[in-house]
Every structure is written in structure tokens, then in C-alpha cells.
């Protein structure tokens, strides 16, 4: 079982994103504020849990949560100031959104932009550590995977009700036939994209 809180004396927050790593489609983070006495045996990574699970388990956590919210940064934005900047806006849009304002937050990962003037802590994989931060990585992989899905509609020739936007074989594949699209991270793709296709 996870831990409940990095410390008890403010009210506290874990924040989490999705889709950092993705050839297309936003970025989307999440906070998540649970109570003291939150308790679960199956809430870990939600990189380590099935669809299925992760969507049950997000019914149950803002079932249970003292607040939460999720917000997204689209692809523009991401190619304008950097995919790394664009999920620290996400979170703080994200903690913008909390109906419930914390005094303290818990990220995932080792960097963070500060949020105003509430002290955080970073945590190397905390959605492995801490009940909050795995509840805000469920969120956020769950909101971003069904708006991928909605957008598989629209551009079904990328399969993204499949790969989600990241860059699978059939993504890379699709991309050389039919070319970009308006949701894909051109910085992405001028960058990284050419140099997987092309290994040396």
C-alpha cells in the first residue's frame, strides 16, 4: 500500500501528468487532494495497472477525493514553450482548478516550476510512493486517453484509440504515408521523430 501524505501539516496535493512523451495531442495533468484516512490496496502507477482498473479506480477517486481536478495544454502550446514547461502550466492549471486550495504540494518527478507560493516537494516516481500522486497520474492517463479516442474519429488513419498519440510503429507508420496533422507536436516530430524512424 502507498503512503497517504508526504507530510501532515498543510493540506496536501499530488499532481501527476499524461502524455509527456506522445508524438500528438496535449499534454494533461491532474491534482488531487484525498482525505487523511484514504486508504487503498490496488491504487499505484497507473502505468502499472490495466484500462479497465485505471477507469474503475477513477470513478473511486473522485468518488473519494477532498478535491481533484484536471486540466490540458494542447499541442501548440507544448511546441511553443517546450513540452517540459507545458506540463508544469498543466499542473498549475490543474491546481488553479481545486476547489480546495492546498498548502502543499507533492509532484511527480524531479523538476517543478514553483506554483504562486505553496512549498512542494518533487518525487522521483511518486506515483509508486504516495496515494495522491498515483490517484492524480490515474486522472490524468484516463482524461487523455478518452480525448485521444474522441480525436481517433476524426483522424482514424493514426490509430490513436490504440496508441494514444505515442509513438508506436503504427503511428510512425501512419506519419511517413499520410503526413501530420494539426494534433501533432511539431517540435516532436521535427526532433525526435525523424531520428527513431532513421536509427543509425
Not at 494533461?28 to 484525498?34: E, F, G, H, P, R
Not at 511553443?80 to 488553479?96: E, G, Q, R, T
Not at 523538476?111 to 516516481?125: D, E, M
Amino acid at each position: 500500500m502507498l503512503e497517504s501524505y508526504y507530510q501532515s501539516t498543510h493540506i496536501e496535493a499530488g499532481c501527476d501528468e499524461a502524455g509527456r512523451g506522445c508524438l500528438a495531442g496535449p499534454v494533461v495533468a491532474a491534482a488531487v487532494i484525498l482525505p487523511a484516512d484514504f486508504r487503498h490496496d490496488v491504487l499505484n502507477d497507473s502505468k502499472q495497472l490495466t484500462a479497465a482498473v485505471r477507469n474503475e479506480l477513477r470513478r473511486e477517486i473522485e468518488q473519494a477525493a477532498i478535491s481533484y481536478a484536471v486540466a490540458f495544454v494542447d499541442e501548440e502550446t507544448i511546441d511553443s514553450i517546450n513540452i517540459l514547461n507545458a506540463s508544469f502550466l498543466a499542473m498549475h492549471k490543474a491546481v488553479d482548478k481545486l476547489k480546495v486550495k492546498p498548502g502543499f504540494l507533492i509532484i511527480d518527478g524531479n523538476r517543478f516550476k514553483p506554483y504562486k507560493k505553496v512549498p512542494h516537494q518533487t518525487i522521483v516516481k511518486g506515483d509508486g510512493k504516495y496515494l495522491s500522486i498515483a490517484a492524480a497520474s490515474i486522472l490524468a492517463k484516463t482524461y487523455r486517453d478518452e480525448y485521444m479516442e474522441r480525436l481517433h474519429h476524426e483522424y482514424p488513419i493514426y490509430n490513436w484509440n490504440s496508441n494514444k498519440g505515442y509513438g508506436s510503429r503504427e503511428h510512425r507508420t501512419a506519419m511517413i504515408a499520410h503526413g501530420q496533422c494539426k494534433y501533432h507536436r511539431k517540435s516532436f516530430v521535427l526532433k525526435e521523430f525523424q531520428l527513431d524512424l532513421f536509427p543509425e
